[in-house]
């Protein structure tokens, strides 16, 4: 069983009584529809991450959140980090699909230009040649595996007709996201005043890595590409220990910052680890090194916790008239999330939109009335369908689970 006590809430015009453990009544509510029935914590010690000395540090889980970071962070430069969100803006725009390369790019004197002032001045760059044609999927290869600076200026120029535009994208993206801590000044990162933290950082990454073309090219150790012939992904982490990305990055005022994304297996499921590691003076193998040790430590907490059991009893309806309660179960199956040890979760019931208790008096068993959502202190990691366990017919009907 979900619960088992009582305690009485009302969602609606349809009373719930849901149950607590010690049975005091139910709070917290987030809207009118909408109620805290039991909140639970993941049995086990919460991951004992070793935070990085100087910089900052944060760990997340694809799909679930960020499992810690660093204390007292702060926006800071990031270097070629940036090019993730140029990355995302433009697959936003121009998605591709796996095995597609989307439209071609005609390299142009300006676009020659970039390139030749950028390499003048000791930045990463990727040679491209006036005349020939590249295809969106070969730019976002040499953006993300060598880090090529002009060619993230290609890509924001070929989006937006020029870099401030296609910055603003950037920024609306991050807003979109929730990374309250970031702000974008350019597309590739060599502008200081592109800024983030460890945390926002990783979850960019798990956005960016739901993506199977991003995914496809951040894995590779190289790729070939006109007229240099073979380029190297500068991320020193892609193939240690199952590391499969993401992007890392170095200015004198960054240091080195380093995104690493590595598989790991819980209950035979896939899950996709990340590290996020910012500010490091000694370069990106320290780095590298940091990020490793915090995808140890928090696959070795990563559980898949049973948050639902089969046809538990979460709450039952009380309708006008005098009619007997109804109860409302859980999913048919046990159902899993996957977090970690030590983690506070909170069990929230929501009513169906538009339900009423004269309609519900009608429904048959199995009907879906409402929603039982999973909640983490960042957001919803589960939801199921609550259903009615039985018909209500009459001040003495039926109220079993059935």
């Not at 889980?61 to 962070?73: A, D, F, T």
């Not at 699909?97 to 790019?105: L, N, Q, S, V, Y």
Request: aromatic share 6%; proline share 6%; hydrophobic share 45%.
């Amino acid at each position: 069983m979900l619960l088992g006590a009582v305690a009485l809430v009302v969602v609606g015009a349809v009373a719930l009584t849901s149950s607590t453990p010690n049975g005091v009544v139910a709070s917290g509510r987030r809207s009118p529809t909408t109620v805290v029935v039991k909140t639970m914590v993941v049995p086990g010690a919460y991951p004992a991450l070793k935070w990085p000395k100087v910089g900052q540090a944060a760990v997340a889980v694809r799909g679930v959140g960020i499992v810690g970071r660093s204390p007292l962070e702060k926006p800071v430069p990031i270097a070629s980090l940036t090019k993730m969100m140029t990355a995302y803006v433009i697959l936003q725009d121009h998605p591709l699909a796996p095995g597609e390369t989307g439209p071609t790019i005609t390299v142009t004197k300006g676009y020659v230009a970039i390139f030749d002032q950028e390499e003048s001045e000791g930045d990463s760059t990727v040679k491209v040649v006036r005349g020939e044609s590249l295809s969106e999927y070969e730019l976002l290869e040499a953006l993300l595996i060598p880090s090529g600076d002009n060619i993230a200026g290609m890509l924001a120029t070929w989006d937006s007709g020029s870099i401030w535009r296609f910055v603003e994208k950037m920024n609306a993206a991050a807003r979109s996201l929730g990374l309250s801590s970031t702000h974008y000044a350019d597309a590739s990162g060599v502008n200081p005043l592109s800024v983030s933290t460890a945390a926002d950082q990783a979850k960019l990454a798990a956005d960016l890595m739901g993506d199977a073309v991003v995914r496809n090219i951040v894995r590779r150790s190289h790729v070939a590409f006109p007229v240099v012939k073979t380029i190297w992904n500068a991320n020193p982490a892609v193939g240690v220990d199952g590391i499969v990305g993401v992007k890392s990055g170095w200015t004198l005022r960054a240091n080195g910052c380093l995104v690493t994304a590595a598989w790991r297996t819980v209950r035979l499921h896939g899950v996709l680890v990340i590290a996020a590691t910012l500010g490091q003076p000694d370069g990106l193998w320290n780095a590298a090194q940091l990020d490793e040790a915090l995808l140890d430590t928090t696959t070795a907490s990563i559980v898949a916790y049973r948050v639902a059991d089969p046809d538990a009893t979460v709450a039952s309806v009380a309708l006008p008239g005098g009619v007997r309660d109804a109860l409302l179960v859980a999913p048919t199956t046990s159902s899993f999330a996957v977090v970690w040890r030590g983690l506070k979760l909170s069990e929230w019931i929501s009513a169906a939109a538009g339900l009423a208790p004269q309609t519900l008096a009608d429904e048959p068993a199995g009907t879906v009335v409402g929603e039982l959502s999973v909640v983490a202190p960042w957001g919803t990691v589960a939801e199921f369908p609550l259903r009615l366990a039985v018909t209500p017919t009459g001040p003495s009907g039926p109220t079993g689970s059935g």
